[in-house]
């Protein structure tokens, strides 16, 4: 039903930035929250940053606190993830995902929770 898609991906040097979108598909897109998840080789999908779907309230993982900045326009049916001050540890595959605008607050972490996914964009960061 709703199709998510990411861009904005690509090649930095630490300290750098990179602004990530979600672009998503129908009229519904107002009713889910959003969230950011990442996966580098080897290790688990990790949860990054959520943004509840009125754009009240957003979550994010200690990794990134102070550094990523999530936001969304929902008359664009878009949602950003802003990169700023990227350590080589950021380097993953980065996804989107919307989940039910009734799940919130700590569920919002959780990857389970979350119905539809896009296909990824990868960003890599270089020391």
């Known amino acids: 039903q709703v199709q998510l898609v990411e861009s904005g991906g690509g090649l930095v040097q630490a300290g750098g930035s990179l602004r990530l979108s979600c672009a998503a598909s129908g009229r519904t897109f107002s009713l889910y929250a959003v969230g950011w998840f990442r996966q580098a080789p080897g290790k688990e999908r990790e949860f990054v940053a959520a943004?509840?779907?009125?754009?009240?309230?957003?979550y994010y993982a200690d990794s990134v606190k102070g550094r990523f900045t999530i936001s969304r326009d929902n008359a664009k049916n878009t949602v950003y993830l802003q990169m700023n001050s990227l350590k080589p540890e950021d380097t993953a595959v980065y996804y989107c995902?919307?989940?039910?605008?009734?799940?919130?607050?700590?569920?919002?972490?959780?990857?389970?929770?979350?119905?539809?996914w896009g296909q990824g964009t990868q960003v890599t960061v270089s020391s």
């Open positions: 995902a919307a989940a039910p605008g009734g799940i919130f607050g700590y569920r919002l972490t959780f990857n389970g929770e979350y119905l539809y």
């Open positions: 943004i509840s779907h009125s754009g009240g309230d957003t």
